[in-house]
């Protein structure tokens, strides 16, 4: 028994002595023990994360209120400048309304739904609805003639508006453009003004040219028409009583050039316009800015408030003051007139 109780004695302690060379033995060279663990000096802490402005992107929503060449370009020069400032940092949500105001609202509300980081409004329907939706949103008008007149404000001149809303304006001199419908139509007595009168900034850029050009010794008067329900029978008017028309930067006309060149050419009624989109569509001279330049000011603003650069209650309404005597050359031709020196041909 005692030999056994030996024996017994002397394998217990082997087995101990085995047990404790198991757990202290040496640790496998890959084992994750802590000090060779990614515990922060390695891990993706911040100065090597995607963060800051490597990281940022930009979404925009364009709200166009109709499909014609002024705004088209405009919204052209307003994507190119801003892709050319931040690459592929910044994507949109084009949409088009139409022509119809009431889808300027929906548009913009979808915007707020997916949380843009800034709204361009392209023509005043497009900024009077995206203005009534936000006013935290930054909104840049574009081809907009006077934000005074466009927002109802109690001044119509074009400065630092402050707030979420600035932008660029479409407005050509009037003062000058009277003066080349005098160059060239001296012998003219009756002026048409045609315009609809369903847009604020047509009514106020016909109320101050008329100023000019009465004061030249011109006649003029106003025809106005509400929609294009209208606009054939008040277009015919103005050709049956006038020597010249003359239609500002009127949405509702740029979009059907087509229906008042169908009237004022076989009546052989000269049209001076507001802007290249309505003289190529149905007149005969403008002194017309660049939309698409237009559009590109406008895209090199919003590049600066959407990286911090400048901040859009600070920002001043933005002029192209790059102005071009323009003619169209086929309804010159059909009308028999010769441009002077100094105009250039509209492209066809």
Known sequence: MKKLSKLLAVLLALSMILA???????????ENTGDDANTGDDANTGDDANTGDDAETYYVGICQLAPHPALDQATQGFKDALVEALGDKVSFDEQN???????????????????????????????????SATDTIP???????????ALNLDTTEDKVLGGNISGTSDLAPLDQQAAMLQELFPDAKNVGLLFCSAEPNSVYQVETIKGYLEGMGYTCTDYAFTDVNDLPAVTQSACDSCDVLYIPTDNTAADNTETIANIVLPAKVPVVAGEEGICKGCGVATLSISYYELGQITGRMAADILTGKTSVSESAIGFDTTLDKMYNAANCEALGLTMPEGYKAIAE
Not at 20 to 30: E, Y
Request: some cysteine.
């Open 139 to 149: 909104i840049l008008g574009t081809a907009i003639t006077n934000y005074g007149v």
């Open 97 to 131: 309304a139409g022509g119809e105001t009431a889808n300027c609202t929906t548009i913009v509300d979808g915007f707020i739904s997916e949380k843009v980081d800034l709204i361009l409004a392209n023509a005043t329907p497009s900024l009077t609805a995206a203005a």
């Open 20 to 30: 404790l060379a198991a757990c202290g033995g040496t640790t496998d060279p890959g």
